[in-house]
């Protein structure tokens, strides 16, 4: 009698720079269970990238329901699938409310949900960077004994699945040997000005940066096409990739880049844990202890980013990507 394959489930439902840091975590669970059927639970935005990772066997988008009959749906898809375990690397509200409607008999659930069987008990759990936090959770959850947990300690996300995809080309600038190029991330959630340095520092950085031999390569949404513009002014052969790059592309783009600056977003994250040297900009509205992105990266903070002041970032620049010469 042939045996069945246990089922196990993964939750991460946003945002991208936190989905990008919980790829650490996924490789691990995936280790763990290495003959296992896993399922992530995530969100639309998140489907082309998780069905081209190699941590799962099948993803489900149907993790944010709209209404009682896509939460009912939901239920019966989770009760259906019988799973042995679920690993919620989301630790939210929304997640907890998944593990609510799962009772009077939820699977062993690893996370803070209320009632759940294996939580992360941790009371420190708040103040660690999502890397180490996530890591002390599956030890908590008995897969990871050793689970590094100091500050600074955790593995970083490893996308090399991503970058042997497909190879990236380096855009050109229409010599017969490609420029180096550096990599602008100058835009962000829309609800969060705040966390954004202004287009204008962008613009000026932009300037120096091609003075010193570098292409400039923007990326955003569609909606950050103005941003590029902006840029585009003092810098007309800079090249705007706004509303042109899926999570993948902007992962390759990094992996060849002499350089990625930008605010803490989600793109960011890619093209740090693909291998960019990175410049990191913070504002106080987020806190680097917990959710930046690891690698050779410097932080730069200041409380209003618009008293980061260009000179700055332009020296720190020069220190991780001190000459276009040195690229290939």
């Known amino acids: 009698m042939a045996r069945s394959i246990e089922r196990i489930l993964v939750i991460k439902l946003s945002a991208l720079g936190d989905f990008v840091l919980a790829l650490a975590a996924m490789k691990t669970i995936r280790q763990a269970h290495a003959k296992a059927h896993i399922t992530l639970l995530t969100t639309p935005p998140f489907e082309a990238l998780a069905k081209t990772c190699p941590y799962f066997n099948a993803v489900d988008t149907g993790g944010r329901p709209a209404g009682p009959s896509a939460w009912l749906s939901l239920r019966t898809r989770m009760r259906a699938a019988n799973y042995a375990r679920v690993y919620d690397l989301q630790t939210s509200s929304a997640s907890n409310r998944i593990f609510q409607i799962l009772r009077p008999s939820p699977p062993p659930w690893s996370g803070i949900a209320f009632g759940c069987a294996l939580p992360h008990g941790n009371p420190l759990r708040n103040g660690m960077h999502t890397l180490e936090r996530q890591a002390d959770q599956l030890k908590y959850a008995g897969i990871w004994d050793d689970a590094p947990t100091e500050p600074g300690t955790a593995p970083t996300p490893d996308l090399s699945w991503i970058l042997k995809a497909a190879a990236a080309e380096r855009p050109r600038s229409g010599g017969n040997r490609p420029r180096p190029y550096v990599m602008f991330v100058p835009g962000g959630a829309s609800h969060r000005l705040d966390k954004r340095w202004p287009v204008e520092h962008y ?11 570098f292409d400039i390569v923007i990326i955003g949404g569609p909606q950050e096409a103005e941003l590029a513009h902006t840029i585009q002014r003092t810098t007309p052969r800079a090249r705007d990739l706004t509303g042109r790059t899926d999570f ?21 994250h890619l093209a740090a844990a693909a291998g960019a040297p990175t410049i990191v900009l913070f504002s106080k509205a987020s806190d680097p202890a917990l959710s930046a992105p690891r690698g050779r990266v410097a932080i730069l903070k200041a409380d209003n980013l618009t008293d980061l002041p260009v000179a700055q970032v332009a020296q720190t620049a020069n220190s991780l990507a001190p000459s276009s010469s040195a690229m290939p």
Request: aromatic share 4%; hydrophobic share 50%.
């Open 203 to 213: 613009a000026e950085l932009a300037r120096i940066l091609y003075s010193r031999g």
């Open 248 to 268: 993948a592309s902007v992962a390759r783009l990094g992996a060849n880049a002499a350089l990625a600056v930008g605010n803490d977003t989600g793109p960011l």
